[in-house]
């Protein structure tokens, strides 16, 4: 009943909140279609189109460059060719080859070809700051003859096609002529893909328009990318409930009683998505707090603490689903798991006040100042700090939610939220408590874990924020570093049950739920939307899913 009264309230809030706003202008096109995307939230827009800098804009990978193949997630890493026409594995997985589409022009005229792609990861090698995937340590060489570049590997690799893919190509003959490419915002940029023309910029708006080279431009019928500047969810939730954006990425309360019921045009698709948990960080620089995190005993206590099923139906709306497995796999890979070690730390991934309080008392947490929340063992004031970004607002509310929770069970904690550039940024130098993220989601579990868990990424910091826990297991990094080292699905079974077991037993996360792709499309302008009739793909316009330069070729605009 709880849940019910503040979930009804939250909705109700948020109706009246955009109410105001429902009879605002929807945004015209005149003669040319343009698509009108918010698949970020920003405070100012800033003319970065640089793929290798983490403040680039959110429209620059895939609609400006390219990428080679685009691979399905949805579909299991289907293979779909774009600026490459194959590509194929050495039967060792030491080498892989790309053959380059003939044909294929930078939007200046020039011709792409194979030394773009080879400059490119040349380029990488050179500036190691530049190389936001870790490719670098998967490449030993780099070969273009012809139409064909040749990668020599470091070691088997049979996802490294999939990983060379995440990195966007760039022409040669303008970037062999920049100074310092760590520093270059690359304001009018040249490419390959289909919106490489800025046509306006400022702030709060920019427009990203036809590329008159586009190969593929037969097959195009949306002439402009529109973009304009939404800093946070209370600002965007008025405008997407009146119908002036066509395809969105955010939280949205209650959705079929907020969203849909705006207008029959406003639709959604939220196919399952990747896991989200609670992340320590085992080198807290609060005393207290630090010997609290590395105590295993604490941080199950805390995982039986949190109500799950509460925070969905609350904070998300019923959007999701519980992720009860310790290792964080989630009912998405449930194929994937050993039922024997999942079943086996269940119980600390389950909602439990009184296993919990006990499993505190036993590991010698104790109330020693009677004001209701326990200290350390060894007698240290204990109180978490958990972020979560500023906007976010179901993040936020789970967080919140939380330091409720964990209150039950005398375990005083804070709420904190932190733009997201001091988030990340508290992550990347170990100046935080606890951190609630979400991670990235792949056609089988290796994506996840290995961006969540292998120790590589805390040493590099132009790495996401996922592994920022600075907890490492060599024998997990090795593990980690095997999964595609072969081709062999049982082996690859193999190692992610024993992936699954180190995770697991040392409860490093606490997982909460496995999310939902977030999606949101207007068909008042046009046709040809991914959903769960037409499941084509995943169907986010973020960076990070390049299935959404497809999407946008499947689109046509309404007469």
Known sequence: MLANIKKTKLALAVVAAASTMLTAPVASAADRTELTMVPKFYPTFVRNFNPFLQTQLDTVQDFIYEPLVVFNELQGNKPV????????????????????????????GKAFTAEDVAFTFNMLKQYPELDRTGINQRLKSIEASGDKVTFNLTEANSNVPYLINEVSVVAKHIWSKVENPTRFTNENPVGTGPFTEVEKFTPQLYTQCRNPQYWDNSNLDVDCLRLPQVAGNDQFLGQVLSGQFDWTYSF???????????????????????????????????????????NIDFRRAFSMAIDRETIIDIAFYGGGVVNDYASGLGQAFASWSDNTVYNKYKPFMTYNIENSKALLKKAGFKDLDKDGFVETPSGKKLELSIQSPSGWTDFNNTVQLAVEMLEEVGIKAKASTPDFSVYNQAMLDAKYDVAYTNYFHGADPYTYWDSGYHSRFQANQGMPRFALHYWSNKELDTLLEGFYKTADRNEQMNIAHKIQKIIAENQVTVPVMSGAYTSQYNTARFTGWWNEKNPKGRPMPITNTQERLLQVLDLKPKA
């Open 81 to 108: 060719m774009r600026l490459a026409t194959d590509y194929y594995m050495s039967d060792d997985l030491m080498k892989v080859t790309f053959e380059i589409r003939d044909g294929v022009k930078w939007s200046d």
């Open 252 to 294: 949205i309360p209650d959705v079929d009683s907020t969203y849909a019921a705006a207008s029959p045009h406003n639709k959604y698709w939220y196919p399952a998505g990747g896991s989200q948990a609670f992340m320590f960080n085992y080198k807290s620089p609060n005393a207290g707090n630090n010997e609290a995190i590395n």
